[in-house]
C-alpha cells in the first residue's frame, strides 16, 4: 500500500512557476513508476507528466517545455516543476504511482493504469 500526499499548490499569477511535491509512503518508493495528472472543473483528468523507475520521462502535449518531474528516492518524493504558467493550468493536481513490475509496457500516459492516488491540490493561475 502506498499513501500519497500532494502540497505547492496554490494561486500564481500567469508567466509565474510552481514546484509541486508528492510524498510517498513505504519503503520501495524506487521502484515505482509516478506520474502526475490534473483535472479542471467539467474537463477528464489530463495526462501531464510521468517518470519511470529507470528515469524515463513523458510528458503531455500541453506542458512540454513548461514542466519537468523529477524524483528524490532518500525522501520519498517525486516534484513537478511548471514554468511560464497559463490560466490554463489552472486545475486540480493529482500524484499517482504504480509499482514498476506492475506498469510494464502499460501507458503511464493513461490514470487507469495507476493503483495509487494523492488527495490533490490546487493550482490556480490568474491572467
Known amino acids: 500500500q502506498v499513501q500519497l500526499v500532494e502540497s505547492g499548490g496554490g494561486l500564481v499569477q500567469a508567466g509565474g512557476s510552481l514546484r509541486l511535491s508528492c510524498a510517498a509512503s513505504g519503503r520501495t518508493f524506487g521502484s515505482y513508476n509516478m506520474g502526475w495528472f490534473r483535472q479542471a472543473p467539467g474537463k477528464e483528468r489530463e495526462f501531464v507528466a510521468a517518470?519511470?523507475?529507470?528515469?524515463?520521462?513523458y510528458y503531455g502535449d500541453s506542458v512540454k517545455g513548461r514542466a519537468t518531474i523529477s524524483r528524490d528516492n532518500a525522501k520519498n518524493t517525486v516534484y513537478l516543476q511548471m514554468n511560464s504558467l497559463k490560466p490554463e493550468d489552472t486545475a486540480v493536481y493529482y500524484c499517482?504511482?504504480?509499482?514498476?513490475?506492475?506498469?510494464?509496457?502499460?501507458?503511464?500516459?493513461?490514470?487507469?493504469?495507476?493503483?495509487?492516488w494523492g488527495q490533490g491540490t490546487q493550482v490556480t493561475v490568474s491572467s
Open positions: 499517482a504511482a504504480v509499482a514498476a513490475g506492475k506498469g510494464l509496457g502499460l501507458s503511464l500516459t493513461l490514470p487507469r493504469t495507476y493503483d495509487y
Open positions: 517518470l519511470r523507475s529507470v528515469g524515463y520521462t
